[in-house]
């Protein structure tokens, strides 16, 4: 099937989509109602509930680096990127490598809709409809012969193509990199995303796959993966490398860690403005802690920040 088609077979025109946005917006009911109110007393402005961030802010309103460090950059610069063919390199330590294409991958999975919070380190936030698969489906797939202890990903890395590769201001060290624990990987929760709101991804999106981990802060979730190895060394990753002090590997969301220049207790549910600033308490794992905090049990999270 093409990109285009795939979807289209994926939710079964838009009845998924309305299911979903009707997931979200039962969770907008009464209790929600009651800790507005109550946030009200407590001096916030509104306590945002669930529900879905627009299409609009989803795709205007984003992080990607590679095509510049302004929020709409990306919107405005990622559609320069290469999509069509795509081929994404798998190997391992010790192992061989092969490039699979990108269609190839699609046709091996089952496509599911996902509603996820994402929580950037800068304290925005957003709600998500994915379209994609479990990580973990992919992993199986892609068959590692040994039993490797991280997985890491690139992002694909074309200078000509990503005006902001060659910027001055540039602070990584591209390719933009990232990694996870063999069991964060097979998570349930960890997903990769190759739609968002019942379409393939926009290009600022980072189109045709990437990764979204909800529990942990947003740069975690990295886009346009164009490689894929297996370790047993925790690789480097991008934003530890640049500032270790301020960014670590775990990345967490845990209000109880600030950053150091500035708090994580709460956040700017998004569309957000002056006057509705929309800001809600964060909870630690991003709300996911039910699924997820059995990883770090033995795990000090202050200083595996
Ligand atoms: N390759 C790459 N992936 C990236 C980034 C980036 O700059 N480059 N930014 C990260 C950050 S900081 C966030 S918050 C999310 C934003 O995803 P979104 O723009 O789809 O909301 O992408 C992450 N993935
Ligand atoms: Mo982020």
């Not at 405005?76 to 330590?93: E, F, G, H, K, N």
């Not at 894929?228 to 490398?241: G, K, L, M, V, Y």
Request: contains cysteine; proline residues 6%; hydrophobic residues 35%.
């Amino acid at each position: 099937m093409n990109r285009r088609q795939f979807v289209k077979r994926a939710v079964g025109g838009s009845a998924a989509l309305l299911a979903a946005q009707a997931v979200a917006s039962n969770s907008s009911g009464l209790r929600d109602f009651d800790s507005y109110v109550s946030s009200k007393k407590s001096g916030w402005a509104v306590e945002a509930p669930d529900v879905l961030t627009p299409l609009e802010n989803v795709t205007n309103y984003n992080n990607f680096y590679e095509f510049g460090m302004d929020k709409s950059d990306p919107a405005q610069y990622a559609s320069a990127m290469t999509l069509d063919p795509w081929s994404i390199r798998v190997s391992s330590d010790g192992g061989k490598t092969v490039d699979v294409q990108f269609e190839d991958l699609l046709r091996a999975m089952d496509l599911e809709e996902r509603i996820y919070r994402l929580r950037c380190v800068e304290a925005w936030s957003m709600v998500i409809p994915w379209l994609g698969f479990p990580l973990a489906d992919l992993i199986r797939w892609l068959d590692p012969q040994e039993n490797y202890r991280f997985v890491h990903f690139q992002t694909r890395y074309t200078r000509s193509e990503m005006r902001g590769t060659r910027s001055f201001s540039s602070v990584i060290d591209w390719p933009y990199q990232e990694a996870l624990r063999m069991d964060e990987a097979m998570n349930t929760l960890s997903f990769i995303a190759v739609g968002l709101y019942g379409k393939s991804l926009p290009a600022q999106n980072g189109a045709p796959l990437r990764l979204v981990v909800p529990w942990k802060y947003g740069f975690k979730s990295i886009k346009s993966i164009a490689s894929i190895h297996f370790t047993n060394r925790q690789p480097e990753t991008s934003w530890q490398a640049i500032a270790p002090h301020e960014y670590g590997f775990y990345a967490n969301v845990n209000p109880e860690v600030d950053h150091p220049r500035w708090s994580q207790r709460y956040e700017r549910r998004l569309p957000s403005s002056l006057f509705n600033p929309n800001r809600i308490p964060t909870q630690m794992f991003n709300g996911y802690g039910e699924y997820v905090a059995d990883l770090y049990k033995n795990l000090n999270l202050r200083r595996y920040y």
